[in-house]
């Protein structure tokens, strides 16, 4: 089959792989019909994050159909159009019993490499570092899925690819980052990127009884998308002076009640801070750029809630004390997306969510590594792209 496949720091090719087959009786395995860009890619990619092999299969948001089916699957059968989170998760263990899917104890198969580093393991994710895993990804033309019992959700009829596609990742994630905030009636939140994830954290807050939403970037079209499709008010950082100013403005002196970054370490800024933490991750004496989650963490009202969506790794600079004399409560996790799915996808049934504006360019499997450009230089107004392996 055909695949993209990593070789290097900026270096993605389409080339031809062996076709995944059913490894365990609980697998199935999927032809993928749609898959899409994540900015957490963009980590691995430009080579922040380790443990990349010269020829993995990356892509961790995606569904298809259900082609062969492992014999103790109970669920799923031949056919089946299905969407599936991104964190592989086996459903029994203590984490995956009390909702807590991306802390799976038991699909990581390389734990020693993670335990170093975060003391426990995570689960495991498609296509996304042998740290976390080294499971094959979905921008291919079949992918295998393993636990489809507890990772398979069903796609409702009548809904298009592109209306439930972004229900793998971005979506869960940015309902998740609201769902942290505690939202109460009329509460503002402040939400830093409008990608695909701050968009849907945005839409989330709304959806979970926000009576503001601001949305913070500096591209003028994806905060037009802010705008039009979210109806948030939107902040261009490249436009004033302060940000934190700026949000004491529009809330009357407080602040936000809640603030979610999702923007991570590759964040952009300005001033001397940005200089900093540029300098530093360019020589590799830190890996993350940390300017949006420390103007979070000073916007948020004093006892508000800080919900941490961007992927980080290690940071300089990061100022606990301003968490511990503000008496912020601070929420942060990679997606439980099993435990949402099935709410989302009677969201976007009810025609409440229509995550399908993401898709701004739609390209075969084989302009994959353009897609990736487009994306990751925001050029030509990308905010995902998506491909169509088959």
Aim: charged content about 20%; proline content about 5%.
């Amino acid at each position: 089959m055909r695949a993209l496949c990593w070789n290097g720091i900026n270096d993605l090719r389409v080339e031809t792989v062996g076709d995944p087959g059913i490894v365990n009786p609980h697998d199935v395995v999927l032809k993928v019909t749609m898959s899409t860009t994540c900015g957490s890619d963009l980590h691995f990619i430009d080579g922040y994050i380790p443990t990349m092999r010269a020829g993995d299969v990356i892509g961790h948001e995606f569904m298809g159909e259900v082609v062969d089916v492992g014999r103790d699957v109970k669920k799923v059968k031949k056919g089946d159009r299905v969407v599936v989170p991104s964190f592989i998760c086996c459903g029994s263990c203590w984490y995956c019993q009390h909702d807590l899917y991306s802390l799976c104890d038991n699909t990581n198969p390389k734990a020693e490499l993670q335990e170093p580093v975060f003391g426990y393991p995570t689960a495991g994710i498609y296509g996304y570092t042998h740290a976390f895993g080294g499971y094959a990804g979905a921008h291919a033309q079949y992918v295998r899925v393993p636990h489809a019992d507890t990772d398979c959700f069903q796609v409702p009829e009548g809904l298009r690819d592109e209306q439930v596609i972004f229900l793998s990742d971005a979506v869960p994630t940015g309902y998740m980052g609201a769902d942290f905030c505690n939202i109460h009636p009329g509460d503002t939140v402040a939400v830093w990127g409008c990608g695909g994830v701050g968009l849907m954290a945005q839409k989330s807050a709304f959806l979970l009884g926000a009576q503001r939403v601001i949305g913070i970037d500096r591209f003028p079209e994806r905060l037009k998308m802010a705008r039009e499709q979210v109806g948030a008010e939107t902040l261009n950082y490249e436009e004033v002076d302060s940000v934190l100013e700026v949000l004491k403005e529009l809330t009357g002196g407080r602040g936000p009640d809640a603030c979610i970054d999702a923007v991570g370490m590759e964040a952009h800024g300005t001033g001397v801070e940005y200089a900093y933490d540029r300098a530093k991750q360019a020589l590799h004496l830190h890996s993350d750029r940390g300017d949006a989650l420390r103007q979070a963490i000073l916007a948020c009202r004093k006892g508000g809630t800080l919900s941490i969506l961007g992927v980080y790794g290690v940071m300089d600079k990061f100022p606990i004390g301003v968490i511990l004399n503000k008496g912020l409560t601070v929420r942060t996790a990679q997606q439980h997306g099993q435990k949402y799915l099935p709410r989302l996808l009677e969201h976007v049934t009810k025609g409440e969510l229509d995550p399908s504006f993401l898709a701004t360019h739609r390209l075969p499997l084989e302009d994959a590594p353009r897609g990736y450009e487009l994306f990751k230089k925001k050029q030509d107004g990308c905010v995902r792209a998506v491909f169509l392996p088959n």
